[in-house]
């Protein structure tokens, strides 16, 4: 009786979230009870006290954690503060900067121009953007740096899939490029580099064409950027600026309509802060009241450039999930969206790897291809989930197999994915899952 009550509980004080005129946009997105759907409401419980924990530990600012299961909304909690020094609350339409998150859009959005006959993934790049005809490969095996003819030409492909050579010299191994990179201008930039160069993204592309690449197109995966150039390419197979193919193509038919390159003014009382370690404690470093990104970047970056709320990712998701289809509006064909899923990396370029950290066995098109287990014990299965991550601490997850979306948000740079991916709690699928196994699956 105690268990139904507290099930119950639950329910309604779900329910009485999503009512709240905070949230009221969402009700195309409809509820559903947790345990009626598969879940452990229990074990969902315990990943939210596990959130509060390092709230109160000083661990993290907080975080909006979003699970939905067969398109139904049943679990949404919102915990923390949106700017730590203020002690404003994180609400659940805060937006924030989702940075490489950014990726899985941009990529949509150039899908739907594939369908549209604009272009085909094993064109050159140089058909569309003539400088990358000339580009070279850096040799540093020497004393002395060589400029080599690469083995081919960089395909449309390699950008989706981060084969082509072009990095963020981020990484040891790709550290003997950044002084070309630097003579561009092309780095990211302000505390703990947290906004783009500064230049537009057309002469950001051209000057990305004269720098070496650090290996031959299609040899390995370098993540870089690739879906800024796909970016440029989105504007000159639709003839618009990103920004506004994006918001035509996919932000208006899904209702994303906190989705954008830039913060309106009337909507910034509710960007939040970003927020860094120093000396040990968490402070904001840039405020979402007086930010740049009210303004807008010279660079709309395809790459890292969009903020948005959990509940338009969740949006964005559900159309990925359910074929390329939303709320009665199509964005893509359901065979474009297995391709998307497909992965693009063959056994010679291997696994993605940051460094030598391996983060996910396969790579679509703008998504990560990661192997999982379903279950524990005997009842285990492998499946897979489609995934990627933000630099402030954002993540998703699409697991078709067990009909799942998780999206999990919040504001702290570098990425270190103290609480992200702790929820894939499926109570027949994954059965028996305990708080020692939420804290495994966290990376």
Known sequence: MKRFRDCLISALCLIALLMTSAIGKAADLPVGDAETEGLSQTALDQARQIIRDQISAGTVDGGLH????????????????????????????????????SKPIVSVAAMTLWEAGKFKLDDPLYKYIPEFKRVQVLDNSGNTHKFLDPIRPILVR???RHTSGITYCRHSDEEHT?????????????????????????????????????????????????????????????????????????????GMVDTAFFVPQEKVDRFASLHARRNGKLTVIASGKDSPYIKGFKWISGGGGLVSTALDYGRFCLMVLNGGAYHGHRVLKSRTVSLLFTDQLSPATGPVKFGERVSAQGFGLGVALKDIVLGSGSLDRPSTTYTWGGYANTSFDIIPDANLIQVFFRQEVPSNNELSKIIPLIKEEMSNVTTSDLHSLSI
């Open 178 to 254: 950044q002084p070309y990179y630097e003579k561009e201008g092309l780095f990211y930039h302000g505390p703990e580099e947290i906004y783009p160069p500064n230049m537009t993204t057309e002469e950001g592309v051209r000057r990305l064409a004269r720098i070496p690449l650090l290996h031959d197109p299609g040899k390995k995966f370098s993540y870089g950027f690739n879906t800024d150039i796909l970016g440029r390419l989105v504007e000159i197979w639709s003839g618009m600026p990103l920004d506004q193919y994006v918001d035509r193509s996919i932000c208006n038919p899904l």
């Open 158 to 160: 390699d950008l989706f």
């Open 66 to 101: 979003l699970v939905i299961k067969n398109n139904k909304i049943v679990h949404f909690s919102v915990d923390g503060y949106a700017d730590l020094q203020k002690k404003q609350a994180y609400t659940a339409d805060s937006i924030m900067r989702i940075y490489s998150m």
